[in-house]
């Protein structure tokens, strides 16, 4: 299989016609078909690239908004935690207090 098929059909048009002696110009017309399609090719690897890429990209973009919200949910949490700790701290005092009070006024009525 030819590696130029349009210069090919060139040629065999010409040649078909009887033209002769212009090799050099279909040895250029091949080496730029040639060029063409490689860079092609390359386009296609560099367009399937960017697509991997922008999916890669979306994927990581995806996690991330996931992984904040997840943060933002947890950071959430430790702060109810925390004010329900605080409550529970500050109604244990309240507590105690009273009952040091409640210590306090039943020495007092202790006789000696």
Not at 11 to 23: F, L, P, R, Y
Not at 72 to 80: H, M, P, T
Request: overall charge negative.
């Amino acid at each position: 299989m030819n590696d130029t098929p349009r210069t090919q059909a060139v040629i065999n048009k010409i040649a078909d016609e009887g033209c002769t002696n212009i090799q050099p110009i279909f040895d250029l017309a091949r080496t730029l078909e040639r060029e063409v399609e490689r860079l092609r090719r390359e386009l296609a690897a560099a367009r399937a690239e960017n697509e991997e890429q922008a999916r890669l990209l979306g994927m990581s973009g995806e996690r991330e908004c996931d992984l904040r919200g997840r943060l933002e949910r947890l950071e959430r949490e430790l702060d109810s935690a925390k004010e329900r700790l605080r409550t529970e701290a500050m109604d244990d005092y309240s507590a105690i207090k009273e009952l040091e009070r409640d210590l306090a006024a039943a020495r007092i009525k202790e006789p000696k």
